[in-house]
């Protein structure tokens, strides 16, 4: 068995919508109710959520955008090249690793509402991360938009999203 089965198996890992694997390691029990909540919020959520996400090199964190903040944490593998298209079509690319005299960060926050893409920069390599969310993670907030429909909103990053889209 190779490395990133080992890890895959030891952590409990499951296939996630947007690419790569994830599993979640933390929901508060706490709440925040809904009335304390912005508008974009269509019930209550937990205080906060956190995930492990394993991505490899042969493939890669499509765009997709949540309600939240989300905070990448850098844990194991390649460093992970982030992209980030703000809603007023700002890109950005950040580099999540551990080598932090070469210009990466072990952490970065990507905005509520900004999309987000996620690739591993190394060939036949992966990348261990945490993703903590707060307030915390549901499904419903979760956007996953179609090749389409992400350049309709940013044609000038075509190519980009061409190539993080599926």
Known sequence: MNKLQEIIDKLGLEPHPEGGYFKETYRSEGEIKLDSLGAEFGSSRNYSTCIYFLLTSDSFSAFHRIKQDEIWHFYDGSPIRLHVISEMGEHTSHIIGKELLNGEQPQLVVKAGDWFAAEVMNKDDFSLVGCTV?????????????????????PEHKNLISQFTK
């Open 134 to 154: 707060s307030p915390g993670f549901s499904f419903e907030d979760f956007e996953l938009p179609s090749r389409e429909e992400l350049i309709s909103k940013f």
